[in-house]
């Protein structure tokens, strides 16, 4: 069974520039989570969709937003990105509650 | 607020044990759970104690007190490879909140 992946790897964009992340969950699985890493926070919940609705949101700005399609893959957003957006994003997918199944990441720098 | 408090580095030598702790603050949760991410990697699911007591997983366990706010991960006859950073995770009903991970240093 194929992982999770996400599209692309890593990404270069500037100040007040707008990108989209996607996420491709494992086959069957429904809930899709977005985690933002940075070396000094860790890792820190951005939202959770299943089955096509936002179930739970952490605390971020509404430039961040997500969607979830009908086949579960997922894609992410930020709006008018800051340098402080530079950041490994994880995208995981879970079928019970209690393990999550990552992806590579999105590396996005800001510049 | 949530919080979950873990060491940011732990060293050990190789073949040895080790144990890394979590503390947490939390008004309620189903589960703690274990992650090791290698760098440039991703995270990946160790354990998950559900219930107070010690799960035991091949090499590594994972211990949780409710009464303590406490747990912790045990990684028994340590090798290089275990070389990562290790994060605690509160399964909480509206999200999973991520520790700020411990980055253990293996000497052999």
């Known amino acids: 069974k194929a992982g999770v992946t996400q599209t692309p790897r890593y990404l270069i964009k500037t100040r007040g520039q707008q990108v989209t992340l996607s996420c491709s969950p494992i086959?069957?699985?429904?809930?899709v989570s977005w985690y933002q890493q940075t070396p000094g926070q860790g890792l820190q919940f951005l939202f959770e969709y299943f089955s096509e609705t936002q179930r739970n949101k952490g605390n971020f700005p509404g430039r961040f937003s997500g969607r979830q399609f009908s086949n579960s893959r997922s894609e992410m957003n930020v709006s008018t990105l800051e340098l402080g957006d530079s950041a490994l994003y994880l995208c995981?997918?879970?079928?019970?509650?209690?393990?999550?199944?990552f992806g590579p990441g999105t590396r996005l720098t800001v510049l | 607020g949530q919080s979950l408090e873990q060491p940011s580095e732990v060293t050990a030598v190789e073949g040895a044990i080790v144990q890394i702790n979590c503390t947490y603050q939390?008004?309620?949760?189903?589960?703690l759970s274990w992650y090791q991410q290698h760098d440039g990697g991703a995270p990946t699911f160790l354990s998950y104690?559900?219930?107070?007591g010690l799960e035991e997983t091949g090499r590594f366990s994972s211990f949780l007190s409710r009464s303590d706010s406490y747990g912790y991960l045990l990684l028994q006859e340590l090798q290089m490879k275990d070389s990562a950073s290790y994060f605690c995770a509160l399964n909480r009903d509206d999200k999973i909140i991520f520790g700020k991970g411990t980055r253990l240093h293996i000497l052999p």
């Open positions: 995981a997918s879970s079928l019970e509650d209690n393990e999550q199944f």
């Open positions: 104690n559900a219930l107070d």
């Open positions: 086959s069957g699985h429904r809930s």
């Open positions: 939390t008004s309620g949760f189903y589960g």
